[in-house]
């Protein structure tokens, strides 16, 4: 009879589902994460969040540089496991791996599939305008989240959450949904479902992604500085500097395109339908700071300079 849990994660969203399985008293019999990389400006060799947790709990570690390594598929036949995890793991799971667990492998998506398949479900969710989201376990298949659904929760999005707290959110009800995913299983309650609706994609975001058109309405750059935050952020250009959009709000009105309406106390911008009011912003090479400090001491002509 099989028993124990692989687990693989990498970042800080996996990390509330792998306390929450320890805390069951699940048996984790390996935790796998990607390799330590180098982070932030020095460039300093980092373990991944999920090992930092697994090492403090004693939990053997393995990080393949290749996840179809012969020597690593082989440990995992070994251990007789009875359910696959995977959060945020970031790579493809092949076949050979899929295979290794009796009750095969759980994915916990943060989506209410087949809505935004692929690896940023939460940053389209938020660009996209979208009120509700979620999260979702589904049984792992060689597609990319095709698998049958086990269980889904939804959660409602508010204006003023980003990327960082959305995903937040997401990782600690997702990670109770992991338990009562593998505990259902176990009573037999539960029945795969093949996904049903149109599936939309997540893919990854790239820098340019972030690029500020002012000539759309200010609730569609709104929901794109929530959603690019903290990465790429959304960014546009004043007098040939590199600036980024930390957080806005709406306010109505009418004015021409990235015209800077006003520049003292407040930082106000005119958009293709609407103004945005702008309360935190990052010129390139310096700190987050409110649009008061950011206004201060700058030669900006309300009326006439213009964000592109």
Request: aromatic share 6%.
């Amino acid at each position: 009879m099989s028993e124990g849990i692989v687990f693989f994660g990498t970042p800080k969203f996996a990390v509330p589902a792998l306390k929450a399985l320890i805390l069951k008293g699940e048996k984790i019999l390996l935790v796998v994460t990607q390799p330590d990389r180098p982070k932030g400006r020095g460039k300093i060799i980092q373990p991944p969040e999920v090992k930092k947790i697994a090492v403090e709990y004693g939990l053997p570690v393995v990080q393949p540089e290749r996840i179809k390594d012969e020597e690593f598929i082989k440990k995992l036949k070994s251990l007789n496991l009875e359910f696959g995890v995977v959060v945020a793991y970031g790579k493809f799971l092949p076949k050979e791996i899929l295979t290794t667990a009796e009750h095969g492998f759980i994915n916990l998506h943060a989506s209410l599939l087949p809505k935004y398949r692929g690896a940023a479900p939460i940053q389209w969710a938020l660009i996209k305008g979208e009120k509700i989201t979620g999260v979702t376990t589904m049984l792992i298949d060689e597609g990319l989240d095709t698998g049958d659904v086990l269980l889904q929760k939804e959660v409602q999005i508010e204006d003023d959450e980003n990327t960082q707290s959305l995903s937040e959110k997401l990782s600690l009800i997702g990670a109770e949904l992991i338990v009562e995913t593998i505990d259902k299983m176990r009573k037999g309650i539960i029945t795969p479902l093949p996904q049903k609706g149109e599936p939309s994609y997540a893919p990854t975001l790239k820098k340019e992604d972030g690029r500020i058109n002012w000539r759309k309405p200010a609730r569609d750059i709104f929901n794109l500085i929530r959603g690019t935050y903290p990465w790429p952020c959304a960014y546009c250009f004043l007098k040939n500097e590199r600036i980024k959009i930390i957080r806005a709000e709406l306010i109505e009105g009418l004015s021409t395109p990235g015209l800077i309406l006003k520049a003292k106390d407040e930082l106000i911008v005119g958009t293709g339908k609407g103004l945005l009011k702008i309360l935190l912003i990052q010129p390139e090479g310096k700190k987050i700071m409110t649009a008061k400090e950011f206004v201060c001491g700058r030669k900006i002509n309300e009326g006439v300079d213009s964000f592109s």
